[in-house]
């Protein structure tokens, strides 16, 4: 890493100035803050691409320091491979089993809760719908 802090301003790869800090070792800028290049991994997977390879370069720290992100360089970062037909098939078959009733077999358009045991609401609380219904 070529980071070299200047008071609370960072001297980045490319020669350019951003405010920011070192912690460990490691270029950290606030929420919402981070210099242009520079991308989380979820944003990353949203453009396609992946790290390919290369460590962090710096990390963003929010509430507090409680909360943290990576951050990769956009300039490093290569295409993600296509995902096999065999993945996408699995991922359709562990889509539908939690989309679907453990009971009654009806599919939904939404996951069912884990705290029903991946059952629709009329199948989880029949005794509640015997209530309503006298």
Known sequence: M???PVGRVLRLWDGTAFPGRIEDGVPTF???SAPPGLATRRQLRAAGLCPGGHDLWGQ???RRG????ALYRLDLAVPSRPRTPAQQAALAR???ALHTCRDCRERFTYRLPRVTGRRCTTCAHPADLDRKAA
């Open 2 to 4: 070529s980071t070299r």
């Open 30 to 32: 606030g929420f919402r």
């Open 60 to 62: 963003l720290k929010w």
């Open 66 to 69: 409680t909360r943290w992100a």
């Open 94 to 96: 562990a889509t539908a």
